[in-house]
């Protein structure tokens, strides 16, 4: 059985494009979820993908405290440039956390802690996302090899252990600044996150 169910779609013009954007509904908890899908991505060719975890201060504030609206507009870009691909927009807050609990890890960032030890100090994992829901939202748009746009294992690994193969690894480096540089340092040492001159390659899987 599905961890979510497709529920409606539409056209969404934005500065790069014109997508499909498609609304998903998560089974256990309700949580709605989106998609942007251009051109045919139900054939058999890799399809250039990327998974963005929500994060209202980064893509819709313009937070400089992480990179994730850079990620996502890039991504968006990408994909229209090649006229083909899927971004997931999964409901995912904070890592998991959720937006007021980032709120709270983000003041004990102010205090000195670094963004995988608040979680923990809030009493969270340094992850808490599931990305079953990501799988089977791939699955129901058609998707089974991707060219993930990622610099996290963790994705990567995931989705090969739910039955989509990753074609390529693309890097996604984007929006580094003085505000986020310890942030980042911090997911490349303690979360493995590929942030390093040599990571920055495509990989073929």
């Given at each position: 059985?599905?961890?979510v ?38 054939t ?64 004990l ?9 608040a ?28 060219r ?58």
């Amino acid at each position: 059985m599905s961890s979510v169910s497709l529920i409606a779609s539409s056209k969404l013009p934005t500065p790069w494009g014109t997508f499909t954007l498609v609304g998903f509904k998560e089974t256990a908890s309700g949580k709605d979820h989106a998609a942007l899908v251009m051109g045919d991505i139900t054939t058999p060719e890799p399809v250039l993908g990327r998974i963005h975890s929500e994060c209202l201060t980064g893509d819709a504030l313009f937070s400089l405290r992480c990179d994730c609206g850079f990620q996502l507009q890039a991504a968006m870009q990408r994909i229209a440039q090649e006229q083909r691909g899927v971004l997931l927009y999964v409901r995912q807050e904070g890592r998991g956390i959720g937006l007021l609990n980032k709120i709270h890890a983000y003041n004990l960032q102010d205090q000195g802690a670094d963004t995988v030890d608040a979680n923990v100090a809030l009493g969270f994992a340094a992850d808490m996302r599931d990305y079953t829901i990501c799988a089977d939202m791939l699955k129901l748009l058609g998707v089974s090899s991707l060219r993930l746009m990622t610099n996290n294992p963790r994705k990567l690994n995931a989705m090969e252990k739910m039955g989509i193969h990753i074609a390529e690894r693309v890097p996604l480096q984007e929006g580094k600044n003085p505000f986020n540089e310890f942030y980042l340092e911090t997911k490349a040492g303690k979360l493995g996150h590929m942030l390093k001159a040599e990571d920055d390659q495509p990989t073929q899987g």
